[in-house]
Nanobody
């Protein structure tokens, strides 16, 4: 089974940037749908975006981060990235990556229970 590990979180001022990494072992991420989620204190885990399986890797991001965040994958190094620019205090959360082989469509792909493999999370804190 695939094992995931996030890294790259930290403390940044509003307007700054961070790049999160989701490194995989035990399986090729190009074979999985990989999603990014975040969970702020006292809040439910929420979907941020995903990258599809396959060499091309079509991506999807929720409206609140479109234009600021991008998702990409380095197939050679088996890593998925979440590039976060123009960060806002409301982006503060623990960020998780999840991977799944399950099929889905539309909003069904945004459900956390779809994802079978998770990393431990990485903290992102944006100060105002």
């Amino acid at each position: 089974q695939v094992r995931l590990a996030e890294s790259g979180g930290g403390l940044v001022q509003a307007g700054g940037s961070l790049r999160l990494s989701c490194a995989a072992s035990g399986g090729a991420l190009s074979n999985y749908r990989t999603g990014w989620f975040r969970q702020a204190p006292g809040m439910e885990r929420e979907f941020v975006g995903l990258i599809m399986w396959g060499l091309g890797g079509r991506t999807y991001l929720v409206d609140s981060v479109k234009g600021r965040f991008t998702i990409s994958r380095d197939n050679a190094n088996n890593v998925v990235f979440l590039q976060m620019n123009n960060l806002k205090p409301e982006d503060t959360a623990v960020y998780f990556c999840g991977a799944t082989l399950r099929t889905c469509s539309g909003n069904g792909c945004q459900v956390g229970s779809l994802y079978d493999y998770w990393g431990q999370g990485t903290q992102v804190t944006v100060s105002s």
